[in-house]
């Protein structure tokens, strides 16, 4: 059986996505409040007012992980509960919300997996610059430190940022994100700062004392050509530079490829604007694992846009697509697996994030019924499977995501719950069938 026994089957969220509370206890005001009421930046207006109650609804949460018999629950903790201004004055109302839950995951027997930020930055900071000014940097390592030192005795697995490609394009470049910029050199500059955070972040963490495991969740894309011609084949490189290396090789290999280095000089920015003396050495403090979030292959062909390649929409008709067009490419995670161990260092692995958006309905006899999702899931772990057998070191699988929630820019349209979540009726929590086969997956480790 190729999933080890003490294998970490788990589902994951965030705090902005599924807690609201908005206002309450103290909490700061996050970029994504004040994009998500900017008019036009979501889908139908919606914000993370309300979300899914988590704040409120935590108890009953937890006890519906138990019943689905979860081994590990990965969730964010909002930096502007903890900090409301950004800086070092610490609300004591909004850690006791994660000190109750973690004690709570812990008398259920599930092992907390705490991400230090998930895209809710205080809004405070951001109005001296966010992630573009070094200095949050260090207000980032302040944050983790003080988690480490009031929650790291009982959560043994800490995620330092994640996906910042998504943070870094998405937020900076493309202006879809908060905080909506489009400007190329301060992606770059929010790339390395969101790397360099990180490290000051592990160093902070081995300082502690804490022996616990540290790491990164990093979105990287399983990349193919096209065609089978140079330029696409070329096209790949390009677009695996922009996705994936630039983040991997300097947290593994502690450089910057020069080859993407290239291509932003020639669109007139400098990748290495930002870095200072010694900062690729921090980037480079050994971690414990890398977590990995994964939901469909890119097909890239070469092209004469901005990067010289551009990514090719989803168009094979032999290839089932989710509700939101995505393809359904389980072979790129074992693809992906694969080439990590080929191309890095050896380090232990988690799936971080893996899942499917659908529009569920709830049928007429109160059921939710997710053929599709399980078909997704089981194709996933088989992948994993194969990797594993492959000598791949894959720790645990965090399926995203326990509950439907405010899919960012989004907003509450997509569906990639296992428990779907009736907003309108009281917010009630009805787990779907991919659930109930999700909990037999974790009985017979695997064998689902
Ligand atoms: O909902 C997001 C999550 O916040 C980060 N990774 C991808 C998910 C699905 O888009």
């Given amino acids: 059986m190729p999933f080890p026994p003490?294998?970490?089957?788990?589902?994951?969220?965030?705090?902005?996505?599924?807690?609201?509370?908005?206002?309450?206890?103290?909490?700061?005001?996050s970029i994504w409040d004040?994009?998500?009421?900017?008019?036009?930046?979501?889908?139908?207006?919606?914000?993370?007012?309300?979300?899914?109650?988590?704040?409120?609804?935590?108890?009953?949460?937890?006890?519906?992980?138990?019943d689905l018999g979860l081994r590990a629950y990965r969730f964010s903790i909002a930096w502007p509960?903890?900090?409301?201004?950004g800086g070092t004055t610490l609300n004591e109302r909004?850690?006791?919300?994660?000190?109750?839950?973690?004690?709570?995951?812990?008398?259920?027997?599930?092992?907390?997996?705490?991400?230090?930020?998930?895209?809710?930055?205080?809004?405070?900071?951001?109005?001296?610059?966010g992630w573009v000014n070094r200095d949050t940097v260090e207000a980032f390592a302040h944050h983790a430190n003080t988690c480490f030192e009031k929650l790291g005795d009982r959560v043994p697995i800490w995620i330092t940022?994640?996906?910042?490609?998504?943070?870094?394009?998405?937020?900076?470049?493309?202006?879809?994100?908060?905080?909506?910029?489009?400007n190329?050199?301060?992606?770059?500059?929010?790339?390395?700062?969101?790397?360099?955070?990180?490290?000051?972040?592990?160093?902070?963490?081995?300082?502690?004392g804490r022996n616990g495991q540290i790491g990164i969740t990093l979105n990287l894309f399983a990349t193919y050509p096209k065609t089978d011609t140079d330029a696409d084949r070329a096209a790949v490189i390009g677009s695996d530079g922009y996705t994936n290396r630039r983040f991997l090789d300097p947290l593994f290999l502690g450089t910057y490829p020069d080859d993407t280095r290239a291509v932003f000089a020639a669109a007139g920015a400098d990748a290495l604007a930002a870095v200072r003396d010694g900062d690729l050495a921090t980037i480079a403090t050994p971690s414990d694992f890398l977590g990995v979030n994964y939901?469909?292959?890119?097909?890239?062909?070469?092209?004469?846009?901005?990067?010289?390649?551009?990514?090719?929409?989803?168009?094979?008709?032999?290839?089932?697509?989710?509700?939101?067009?995505w393809e359904i490419t389980p072979w790129g995670l074992y693809d992906l697996l694969t080439r990590l161990k080929r191309d890095y260092p050896p380090l232990p692995l988690y799936v971080t994030e893996n899942g499917i958006s659908l529009d569920d309905r709830i049928g007429p006899d109160g059921a939710v019924d997710d053929p599709r999702r399980i078909e997704y899931l089981r194709a996933h772990f088989e992948a994993t499977e194969r990797a594993i057998a492959d000598g791949v070191d894959l720790r645990g699988y965090f399926v995203w995501s326990l509950l439907d929630n405010f899919e960012?820019?989004?907003?509450?349209?997509?569906?990639?719950?296992?428990?779907?979540?009736?907003?309108?009726?009281?917010q009630r929590r009805i787990p779907k069938a991919s659930a109930h086969w999700y909990a037999d997956v974790i009985r017979s480790n695997g064998r689902g």
């Fill in 295 to 325: 939901y469909n292959r890119r097909v890239v062909s070469a092209s004469d846009e901005e990067f010289g390649w551009k990514v090719e929409p989803a168009a094979d008709p032999g290839i089932n697509t989710s509700d939101l067009g």
């Fill in 94 to 129: 909004g850690l006791a919300f994660y000190d109750r839950l973690v004690d709570r995951l812990l008398e259920r027997g599930i092992r907390p997996a705490a991400t230090l930020f998930h895209w809710d930055l205080p809004q405070a900071l951001q109005d001296r610059g």
């Fill in 161 to 182: 940022q994640n996906e910042p490609w998504v943070i870094a394009v998405l937020g900076y470049l493309r202006g879809i994100h908060a905080p909506g910029h489009e």
């Fill in 184 to 208: 190329l050199q301060e992606m770059l500059d929010v790339s390395h700062h969101l790397l360099l955070s990180h490290g000051r972040a592990v160093q902070a963490y081995r300082s502690s």
């Fill in 34 to 66: 004040t994009f998500s009421h900017t008019l036009g930046k979501v889908e139908h207006g919606d914000t993370g007012d309300v979300a899914d109650d988590h704040y409120h609804r935590w108890a009953d949460d937890v006890a519906l992980m138990a």
């Fill in 6 to 29: 003490d294998f970490l089957w788990g589902a994951a969220t965030s705090s902005y996505q599924i807690e609201g509370a908005v206002n309450e206890d103290g909490r700061g005001q």
């Fill in 408 to 426: 960012w820019a989004m907003g509450y349209g997509p569906r990639f719950g296992l428990v779907y979540v009736d907003y309108a009726n009281d």
């Fill in 81 to 85: 509960r903890l900090f409301p201004e």
